[in-house]
């Protein structure tokens, strides 16, 4: 299918907002964020900052570029992070709404059957790595404030974009940092999301790094030492015990499921011939929403303690890498949903329900700030249809069209109450 075709074809929705006269546009500016690699790791986001900035002011806005400071920026395991701040106030009275996307990306790993920079489009859809996530979404909040731009009468409050990138490594140097530095506060945020659903609660994710430590010595005499590779196969079978016993518990929150627990990387011993003397692991915990993440850290640190004790010579340290809390709700968030509820169910044809997902997100940020939050923006069903973090990651037209229409008009919604 040519090009042409494939641009044409999200009007299929019957959209008439301002947004649908600008979509070639809006489809050429989200191809630009696709050919700027962005992978992180190794985190070096600031040039593509940069180019995000320049086109968005091409499009007649103001850009706030916020550097996070390096020494900041290396210690969270990046190279470079500016944030961009797009403000645009109607009136002289009215929230502050904040939308928020993130432009760093998993690097892309292999599989491809296309240059994943080259945001090729076929069969409806653009490729490329981050297309999906979510670069996609500062296509979305952009051209939904340009049409806000366009009509602007009755409009009254105040439209942020906070364009950050650090949301692989934790959020801790983007909407974090921003709040923390006091650069904003707004009254309401959405963050990057789906099409077809407003997530309002998401899971947490605690990263634990475990060393199982023993003595070493020679593989002739292994009893002259304490195998920590022996005693860390103790560990391993606790975790996965604890892992079994998770997956019997459900989150009262529709779309999240059960905890996980997942042990992602081993390394560890000298050398073939000798007894090994410290064995880590890497742990991934996912919180539902119902759980604390510190209670869960102390009792899962508890656990790999207790178990590494029982080989006799062998003990274990953990350390905490990240500990990233849940989304849970907080009033006035319905607010938010029912100013996208409606729209969507004009523009897509079909209600959307508010519901969990089992990720972790930089709106949690927001939400631990006492800022309503929800997940809405240009995306398919699932992360599995779309690709995300996979090779051939892909965003439908239509749906980067319907998303952009339907923020376009939730913002007019809240601003104008």
């Known amino acids: ?188 945020a959405i963050s990057a999301g789906f099409s077809y659903a407003v997530v309002t609660a998401h899971n947490g994710c605690l990263h634990l790094e475990a060393t199982i430590r023993g003595r070493q010595a020679h593989a002739a005499m292994p009893e002259t030492g304490v195998d920590a590779l022996e005693a860390a196969t103790g560990v391993l079978a606790a975790l996965y015990e604890e892992r079994r016993r998770l997956a019997a518990r459900t989150s009262g929150i529709a779309g999240i499921g059960s905890p996980k627990l997942t042990v992602g990387l081993i390394s560890g011993g000298i050398n073939t011939n000798v007894v090994p003397d410290r064995v880590r692991l890497r742990i991934d915990r996912r919180l539902i929403p119902e759980e604390d993440g510190e209670a869960v850290e102390r009792d899962l640190v508890g656990l790999i303690d207790a178990t590494a004790a029982r080989h006799p010579g062998a003990s274990a340290e953990c350390r905490r890498i990240m500990l990233a809390e849940p989304l849970r709700p907080l009033p006035g968030s319905a607010r938010l949903v029912e100013a996208i509820r409606g729209p969507a169910a004009r523009i897509l044809g079909i209600e959307i329900n508010p519901t969990g997902v089992p990720l972790y997100t930089d709106a949690r940020h927001y939400a631990d700030a006492g800022i309503p939050t929800v997940l809405y923006g240009a995306g398919p069903r699932s992360i599995i249809e779309a690709n995300a973090h996979a090779a051939d990651e892909h965003l439908r037209l239509s749906d980067l069209a319907a998303a952009t229409n339907v923020v376009a008009a939730a913002l007019r919604t809240l601003l104008s109450g």
């Open 1 to 188: 299918m040519s090009e042409a075709g494939n641009r044409h074809q999200p009007r299929k929705h019957g959209m008439n907002d301002p947004t649908a006269a600008d979509l070639d546009a809006e489809i050429g500016f989200l191809r630009e964020l696709v050919r700027m690699p962005s992978d992180n790791p190794p985190g070096d986001c600031g040039p593509h900052a940069e180019r995000a900035a320049d086109l968005i002011e091409a499009l007649g806005f103001s850009v706030e570029r916020h550097r996070v400071p390096a020494d900041l920026v290396a210690r969270h395991g990046m190279v470079s992070v500016t944030n961009l701040v797009v403000r645009r106030s109607f009136g002289r009275a009215g929230p502050v709404v904040a939308l928020n996307a993130h432009g760093d990306v998993v690097p892309p790993g292999e599989g491809w059957t296309c240059d994943p920079y080259g945001g090729e489009i076929r069969n409806g859809a653009m490729f490329g790595r981050g297309v999906a996530v979510s670069k996609s979404d500062f296509a979305t909040y952009v051209f939904a404030l340009k049409a806000l731009e366009a009509d602007p009468a009755g409009l009254n409050g105040t439209v942020e974009l906070h364009l950050t990138y650090d949301e692989e490594a934790g959020g801790f140097l983007g909407p974090k940092w921003l709040l923390d530095e006091g650069l904003t506060h707004p009254d309401l």
